[in-house]
């Protein structure tokens, strides 16, 4: 069974400081791994995928398939960055069955 | 584009009841998956459909059920409610099975009473 494990259920940082959003997964295939983030009133949307390794809003996160984890992190957090994050799982090539961790509500401090 | 909507925005039912949620895609997506959402259980995967096909389903019971119509707007229904089924009910849509990101609705908050 694929499971997703975000063990911060919340997370507070000063501005400018950096942060890291922890996430772990258990799966036996080839998964793909994403971030979701849900802004105050808005809807739930992807930040990032790790197929992309692209940096979106100052936001990386690394695929490491020997720790099985996709760590979230940024550098310098602004209070913008305040929000849920969710990190959620695949299997490889089929993308409509996502496992979501339980979240993390990030809160930047001024 | 208009993004995913989903009717109503809220609900009451009560214990025994059966209720019907509604979401309409992005135009031009075929692919819908619904979400159940509960501040126990987290985000969890109900099924989806794929040009009128359920492709996927998760683990709830057979009084969660859906269907897919042929412009890809999608219905859930619950029968037989029960007060656990009380939660916020995701709909996500995407263009195909390659496309990996997923729409999100606003959600249509359930409660059961």
């Known amino acids: 069974a694929q499971r997703v494990t975000q063990p911060e259920k919340l997370l507070s940082v000063f501005k400018g400081a950096p942060v890291e959003l922890k996430c772990n997964y258990s799966?036996?295939?080839?998964?793909?791994l994403f971030w979701y983030v849900q802004y105050s009133r808005q809807r739930l949307q992807l930040l990032l995928r790790?197929?992309s390794r692209e940096s979106i809003k100052g936001f990386t996160a690394d695929l490491n398939k020997g720790e099985t984890s996709f760590h979230l992190k940024k550098p310098f957090a602004q209070e913008e960055d305040s929000a849920m994050y969710y990190c959620?799982?695949?299997?490889?090539?089929?993308?409509?069955?996502?496992?979501f961790g339980k979240g993390t509500l990030l809160t930047v401090n001024p | 584009k208009a993004g995913v909507t989903q009717t109503p925005r809220y609900l009451i039912k009560t214990r025994g009841q059966q209720v019907t949620l509604s979401c309409s895609p992005i135009?031009?997506?075929?692919?819908v998956s619904w979400y159940q959402q509960t501040p126990g259980q987290g985000l969890q995967f109900l099924f989806e459909?794929?040009?009128?096909?359920?492709?996927n389903k998760g683990n709830f019971p057979g009084r969660f059920s859906g269907r897919q119509f042929s412009n890809s707007r999608s219905e859930m229904n619950v029968s037989t409610l029960e007060l656990g089924d009380s939660a916020l009910y995701l709909c996500?849509?995407?263009?195909?099975?390659?496309?990996?990101?997923?729409?999100f609705g606003p959600g249509t908050r359930l409660t059961v009473t």
């Open positions: 996500a849509s995407s263009a195909d099975s390659l496309t990996y990101e997923q729409y």
């Open positions: 799966y036996s295939g080839s998964p793909e």
């Open positions: 790790h197929i």
């Open positions: 959620a799982l695949t299997q490889s090539g089929s993308n409509y069955k996502l496992t």
């Open positions: 135009s031009g997506h075929r692919s």
């Open positions: 459909y794929f040009s009128e096909t359920q492709r």
